[in-house]
C-alpha cells in the first residue's frame, strides 16, 4: 500500500523482438568476432538503451548501428558515436526508437591470442530502459549467441 512507482516499462516487456547471432561460429585464436543484435518494436520506446556483454578473452575493436543514428555524430563515417564502452560491456545509452521499426547493432571483437581452444565465446545482448538517475530497469535479453575457439592461430 505504501509503494510509490517511479517509473513503468514501455514496451521493452512487449512489443520488442531481439535476434542475435555471431560470426564465425569457430574462430581461431587472434580472429575477428563480429556479433549482431537486431531489434524490432512496435511502440515508439523513449529512454532505451542497448548493451551487449563481452566474452572472456575478447577485446573491442569497432562497432556500428544501422541504421545512422541523426544527431550522434556529425557526420556518417563516425561509426562509434553514441557508444560507451567500459571494459567488457559495450553500451549505447540513448537510442532513438521509432514505433514499428528496427536498428542492429554490431560489434566486432579481437579473440585473445592466449585463448584456450576449446573455449565457448558466449556474448549476450539486451535493451533496458533508464531512469533520469541512470538506474536501469525491464531489462530484455536476447537468446544467447556463442563461438568456439578452435585450433590454430590467425597470423598477424
Request: include cysteine; hydrophobic fraction near 35%; proline fraction near 7%.
Amino acid at each position: 500500500p505504501s509503494a510509490q512507482v517511479f517509473a513503468v516499462c514501455s514496451g521493452t516487456a512487449t512489443g520488442l523482438r531481439l535476434m542475435a547471432k555471431a560470426w564465425p561460429r569457430r574462430v581461431k585464436r587472434g580472429g575477428m568476432v563480429k556479433y549482431s543484435l537486431r531489434i524490432r518494436n512496435k511502440p515508439e520506446l523513449q529512454g532505451v538503451g542497448v548493451r551487449v556483454e563481452l566474452p572472456a578473452y575478447t577485446s573491442y575493436m569497432k562497432s556500428k548501428v544501422k541504421p545512422y543514428v541523426v544527431g550522434w555524430a556529425s557526420n556518417k563515417k563516425d561509426k562509434d558515436a553514441g557508444i560507451v564502452v567500459n571494459g567488457s560491456v559495450v553500451s549505447w545509452p540513448d537510442v532513438p526508437m521509432p514505433a514499428k521499426q528496427h536498428r542492429t547493432f554490431t560489434v566486432y571483437v579481437r579473440v585473445s591470442r592466449n585463448a584456450p581452444i576449446g573455449t565457448p565465446l558466449d556474448f549476450n545482448g539486451y535493451v533496458y530502459q533508464s531512469t533520469p538517475a541512470g538506474a536501469t530497469f525491464c531489462d530484455k535479453y536476447a537468446e544467447g549467441v556463442g563461438v568456439v575457439v578452435k585450433d590454430g592461430m590467425v597470423n598477424k
